[in-house]
């Protein structure tokens, strides 16, 4: 079987970020059950227009994009158009495209090409931009842009996978017809093992900067009352200090030290392992989610998480069995830190039965099975009436 992706996958040789840490691993494991996978991405920083590379049997062609400002000025569509030229002279090649997130304009890109088709959702654009501060005016413009793209031409395709009762739900109110497979994330082995010990005194927090993921809401709790309880944050993901620094003269917290504070950056799967053994609980004080993989690597590894009950995260936490689902807010993360330090025997019970259900729902044999079986099921009926 011959299979294309369009998927969002970073510069393998920029050491600073990982290759789709959540697709690479089934892209590995459909390789290795002789599945022949070539992933087309865009990427303005190339000085080509076209990479091709050969990445653990995995074929990946890189296509250079405008910079962001040029992109947004001409609506993604020289964007759009480039890829879509390369796709048209190889799309016959293949047995299946899988598309892979809507937020990237894929499915504007694969519209018009008669080869059965798949899109996965990953996040959804057109519920993202509803949480978006009015600050970052930008960021909403662009996100904006993406869900009007998402909203025209989700309708217009038939099959999708989903991950949580949250994106089906959405796929199913705008477009009735469709058919939805549901098939949970490959995560990587490296948090297939228990990564956890109640003995320390870390919170850890993955998600930088960026304000969507809550970090000024857990710096605020932080600043109220956790700090007192002697725990100290580790931050992961795309901030510095003088970010935090920011938030506290911004917020007035006038409690904090940043001594306390450890701002790692990006961190690969072995960076990451490090800060579970060193953590206490996951806080994921997101405005909103689909899957995150965070929250799905650390129930591997047995490590609690306290995450805000929005968007498909539901479909992860059942509240008290498997971690605790908040509201959003400073004092919603303040009790569930202190539940967590004060009920030992809640803390052991969440750390080993989201461990249990965890490792049943991202089971990498049954994953690639089902990929594999909805593959040949969409090629088998796919006909020319479907173009």
């Avoid at 306390?260 to 806080?283: F, H, T």
Wanted: net charge neutral; glycine share 4%.
């Amino acid at each position: 079987m011959n299979v294309l992706w369009i998927a969002p996958l970073a510069l393998i040789e920029d050491g600073n970020v990982q290759p789709a840490s959540w697709l690479m691993p089934l892209a590995k494991a459909l390789v290795a059950k002789n599945v022949n996978v070539t992933v087309i991405t865009y990427n303005s920083k190339i000085r080509k227009n076209i990479v091709e590379i050969e990445y653990e049997n995995i074929k990946v062609v890189y296509i250079k994009s405008p910079k962001l400002t040029l992109d947004f000025i001409t609506l993604y569509q020289l964007r759009i158009n480039k890829v879509k030229k390369y796709l048209k002279k190889i799309v016959n090649n293949f047995d299946i495209l899988h598309i892979h997130g809507t937020e990237h304009q894929y499915e504007v890109m694969s519209i018009d090409f008669k080869i059965p088709k798949i899109i996965s959702i990953q996040g959804i654009m057109s519920e993202y931009i509803k949480v978006v501060p009015l600050s970052r005016w930008k960021q909403f413009l662009e996100w904006r842009l993406s869900a009007f793209y998402e909203m025209q031409y989700v309708p217009k395709n038939y099959y999708y996978c989903c991950t949580t009762k949250w994106d089906s739900a959405f796929i199913k109110s705008v477009n009735p017809q469709s058919k939805i497979y549901m098939i949970w994330k490959m995560v990587r082995e490296e948090f297939n093992n228990d990564h956890f010990s109640p003995q320390r005194n870390n919170i850890l927090f993955v998600g930088g900067r960026n304000p969507i993921k809550g970090l000024r809401e857990l710096l605020c709790a932080y600043n109220s009352s956790v700090q007192s309880l002697g725990f100290k944050l580790i931050i992961l993901g795309h901030c510095v200090i003088d970010d935090i620094q920011n938030i506290i003269d911004e917020e007035k917290l006038e409690s904090i030290s940043t001594d306390n504070i450890d701002c790692r950056g990006m961190q690969d799967s072995r960076g990451m392992v490090k800060a579970y053994k060193e953590s206490y609980c996951l806080v994921h004080p997101t405005y909103i989610d689909n899957d995150p993989l965070s929250v799905c690597e650390a129930q591997l590894s047995g490590l609690p998480v306290i995450a805000t009950d929005v968007g498909g995260v539901s479909s992860l936490i059942e509240n008290e069995q498997t971690g605790l689902l908040i509201e959003n807010g400073p004092k919603a993360i303040e009790i569930a830190i202190k539940k967590l330090h004060d009920d030992g025997l809640l803390r052991e019970y969440i750390s080993k039965e989201a461990r249990r259900v965890a490792r049943e729902r991202h089971d990498p044999k049954r994953i690639l099975s089902e990929t594999i079986a909805m593959y040949e099921e969409v090629i088998s009926k796919t006909t020319k009436n479907d173009f």
